[in-house]
């Protein structure tokens, strides 16, 4: 039988400025990949412009906690849950990031490279992993960017 997890998405308005991206996503997905894998949460955050949006997957109890943090940190406000449901499998489990790229490319999962985003693997996004982001994307109008 499949692990049940609790899946939360929420969305943002990023106040990273675009000079600085890259350097705070760094740092960012550095303390996430860490803390999220001792934690046993699992994910995809999406980022764009002005917005993330980030499907958190793991214990309901850690991944609640973990979103109370989030609400606190000055790299983004209006923080609001779009979704906070019971799934029957990760979906995300073996992401940690993942970006929108230009229409018609696929989002990918991400990793820090001396302090860079990069891809992290050329694979394409499986087809429940599409259906999520494309849901994430949707939250905010991504597929219009």
Do not use: C
């Not at 001792?38 to 999406?46: D, H, M």
């Amino acid at each position: 039988m499949a692990e049940q997890v609790h899946r939360l998405i929420y969305r943002s308005h990023s106040t990273v400025p675009r000079e600085r991206r890259d350097e705070v996503l760094a740092e960012i997905f550095d303390v996430a990949r860490s803390k999220n894998k001792k934690a046993g949460i699992t994910g995809a955050l999406l980022i764009s412009d002005n917005w993330f949006v980030q499907t958190l997957e793991g214990d309901e109890t850690v991944v609640t906690g973990l979103v109370e943090k989030i609400r606190e940190d000055d790299r983004h406000t209006d923080v609001s849950v779009v979704e906070s449901t019971t799934a029957q499998a990760r979906v995300f489990s073996r992401w940690s990031m993942a970006r929108i790229s230009v229409i018609g490319r696929s989002d990918i999962p991400l990793h820090d490279v001396d302090g860079r985003i990069r891809p992290a693997a050329p694979d394409q996004p499986g087809r429940e992993q599409q259906e999520l982001l494309t849901r994430m994307r949707n939250t905010i109008g991504a597929d219009s960017v």
